[in-house]
């Protein structure tokens, strides 16, 4: 059973408007992150959420924002898609113990119009 | 995060085993080394990982050179279903948050 689940598989949205993609985890993790990977390359890390605290990595741009409003949920919000924005959004979870693994989704890919 | 070095693609033939290099020369002493591996379509998943002695479970085996300068993922038998980005990541056991650092990775083809 899945156990990270990342719903849609598949987003589309227009030059612009605002999307959100969502993720939701049965593991009870206290750590969730997310990722964007384009085509071809790896993943690379956007944010993370240590319980509720946000921790921003330094180069992720201000138009990518993330809402955690409980243990379960997780949220990435674009605030105007561009173009260069299509990707493989892929959000993962962790316990908080140190060198536990991390457990991804499958994914949403988002196609930008 | 310390950087890993892994060859671009490699192949491998059904059944037969897998051996998948990385090397890491500047890895610090806190630093472990985790593997995991991405098929087509979906998110990462874990494979293994270890500090300094080779490691064994279910999915493969990681062999860790004395001086920790490199490592190799061998998996035992390979299928069809092992046809996956496998990735070599540095983490600090200091990294409280338990974060991944991704590289280019090995793009592993299996022939039937």
């Known amino acids: 059973d899945a156990m990270v689940i990342q719903n849609p598989r598949y987003q589309v949205t227009q030059f612009g408007k605002p999307v959100t993609l969502s993720c939701s985890q049965t593991?009870?993790?206290?750590?969730m992150y997310w990722y964007q990977q384009k085509s071809s390359q790896a993943p690379k890390l956007l944010f993370h959420y240590y319980d509720k605290d946000f921790n921003n990595e330094a180069d992720t741009p201000d138009n990518f924002q993330s809402r955690r409003p409980n243990t379960s949920f997780c949220f990435l919000d674009i605030r105007s898609p561009g173009l260069g924005d299509a990707a493989m959004y892929l959000c993962?979870?962790?316990?908080?113990?140190?060198?536990?693994?991390?457990?991804f989704g499958d994914g949403t890919r988002l196609s930008i119009l | 995060d310390a950087k890993t070095t892994q060859p671009n693609s490699m192949e491998s033939n059904e059944e037969e085993p897998v051996h998948l290099p990385c090397n890491h020369s500047t890895i610090s002493g806190t630093d472990y080394i985790h593997w995991y591996r991405q098929l087509p379509s979906q998110g990462p998943e874990y494979v293994i990982h270890?500090?300094?002695s080779n490691v064994n479970n279910r999915m493969a085996s990681l062999a860790i050179a004395e001086d920790r300068k490199s490592s190799t993922l061998i998996l035992h038998r390979a299928t069809l279903r092992d046809a996956a980005v496998y990735y070599c990541?540095?983490?600090?056991?200091?990294?409280?948050?338990?974060?991944?650092?991704f590289g280019g990775g090995t793009r592993l083809m299996v022939k039937p």
């Open positions: 993962a979870t962790s316990a908080l113990s140190r060198n536990q693994p991390q457990h």
């Open positions: 593991l009870n993790h206290n750590v």
């Open positions: 990541i540095l983490r600090d056991v200091g990294n409280a948050g338990n974060m991944l650092t």
């Open positions: 270890g500090l300094t």
